[in-house]
């Protein structure tokens, strides 16, 4: 009988071997895991870009406003101005009062 009792205290601390054992081993599924999400990340920046020829028409057409100088730049942000004004309505507003 005590030889048996010898052997479940022998059993006790091979236990929390195992399990320091399986502890290393979970982290290296993760690894792949991690690569994975790399491959993802390549593929975000793929279609980024297609914005990017966006910024080169404004260029352009900056580079087509110096020469029409006259009053196109002027009357473009007056119009701008006037829409968004028409659009909030503070005008109409102001007319109610």
């Keep these: 009988m005590p030889k048996t009792s010898v052997k479940e205290s022998g059993a006790t601390p091979k236990t ?55 009053a196109t730049p002027m009357s473009a942000d007056g119009e701008s101005n006037i829409k968004k004004n028409s659009r909030r309505s503070p005008d109409s507003f102001k007319s109610i009062k």
């Design 16 to 70: 929390p071997a195992k399990d320091s054992d399986t502890t290393p081993k979970r982290p290296a599924p993760k690894t792949p895991s991690i690569k994975s999400v790399k491959q993802i990340q390549i593929t975000i920046p793929t279609p980024t870009p297609a914005p990017t020829p966006t910024p080169t028409r404004t260029e352009k057409t900056q580079a087509t406003t110096p020469p029409n100088a006259g």
